[in-house]
């Protein structure tokens, strides 16, 4: 009868040391951004990994090397089967994520998107930038520089929460009788910068009159600076006295250095740093059952000629 005994006593006590060992195991956060090619989500990245750094924990960016709202999905879902202790998305296409969200926190893992949200899915927070006041930002400065005209609004995918509230908030501005959106306008380049500046050039051959451009994220001008340049043509020297406005959103160092040379007029900036921060924080307060606001704004800056001197240091 004893054998039985010390069995059962081995068992638990391998039992007990499997347990302690997972306790011990550090916590792994994912951060799924659209496509790990964008520049913009080099700095989200950056963020992530010193603030995982910081608190003891592991960090995994993922994510599909070209915007594909299926890839994304299935990258998801190999986070849930991993059994991952939170991921951060940000949705390509906001409807795409809610099944594996809903399969998500069914496991057990926290999900909260950043940077792009998809609001009728099971997520717990947003972190990022409120797009509708960024949008109405670049709005309301198209507005100031050109009070009437015709303009175009080049977006990454037409399914985007966050391009559709920019988008919304800058027409809330220049909508009206002073105002002509060219037809086909949102033009979609899904977050490829050379279909960007292809579509630039397509738009200015075909409205030779358009007075002005909204990127709802700046695709164009952190691409390749030099493809952008030629793509604006002879509109160049009109951006340059305020005859032809650009407005863009995101402030990277290429667009930064486009704005000092006078290639654009205004940027909209987000603060992706912070985006990659504070989704990690949030996640690890998710893991430990900490209750988190529903929405973490990060803010956003208004950059033109006066001040982008600042920005570039």
């Known amino acids: 009868m004893k054998f039985p005994i010390a069995a059962g006593v081995v068992s638990l006590s391998i039992a007990a040391l499997t347990l302690a060992k997972a306790a011990d195991q550090p916590r792994v956060f994912a951060l799924v951004p659209k496509s790990i090619s964008v520049p913009f989500y080099n700095d989200v990245e950056r963020g992530m990994n010193d603030e995982a750094k910081k608190i003891g924990v592991q960090a995994k960016f993922t994510g599909p090397p070209t915007a594909d709202a299926p890839q994304q999905v299935q990258i998801l879902q190999d986070l849930v089967s991993q ?51 960024g949008g109405e930002k670049g709005g309301e400065a198209f507005k100031k520089l050109m009070p009437k005209g015709k303009f175009a609004i080049i977006t990454g995918g037409l399914a985007a929460a966050n391009l559709n509230e920019r988008i919304k908030g800058f027409r809330e501005f220049v909508n009206g009788s002073n105002y002509t959106e060219v037809p086909g306008s949102p ?43 030629k793509a604006i043509g002879k509109r160049a020297d009109d951006i340059k006295n305020n005859k032809f406005v650009v407005v863009s959103f995101d402030t990277l160092t290429e667009q930064l250095k486009l704005l000092k040379a006078g290639y654009c007029n205004v940027l909209i900036g987000q603060r992706p740093y912070a985006m990659g921060a504070k989704s990690i924080d949030m996640l690890n307060d998710l893991a430990d059952k900490k209750s988190v606001p529903p929405v973490v704004d990060t803010g956003v800056d208004v950059v033109d000629s006066s001040n982008v001197d600042q920005f570039l240091k």
């Open 83 to 133: 059994g991952v202790s939170g991921i951060a998305v940000a949705p390509m296409d906001a409807d795409s994520v809610i099944g594996v969200i809903a399969s998500a926190r069914k496991k057990g893992i926290p999900m909260i998107t950043f940077d792009s949200d998809s609001p009728n899915a099971d997520r717990i927070s947003f972190v990022g930038t409120n797009n509708l006041v």
């Open 187 to 229: 033009f979609p380049c899904n977050d490829d910068a050379s279909k960007a500046i292809q579509i630039i050039q397509d738009v200015l051959t075909r409205h030779p009159d358009l007075d002005g451009f909204f990127f709802s994220g700046g695709w164009p001008l952190f691409g390749a600076p030099e493809a952008y340049i």
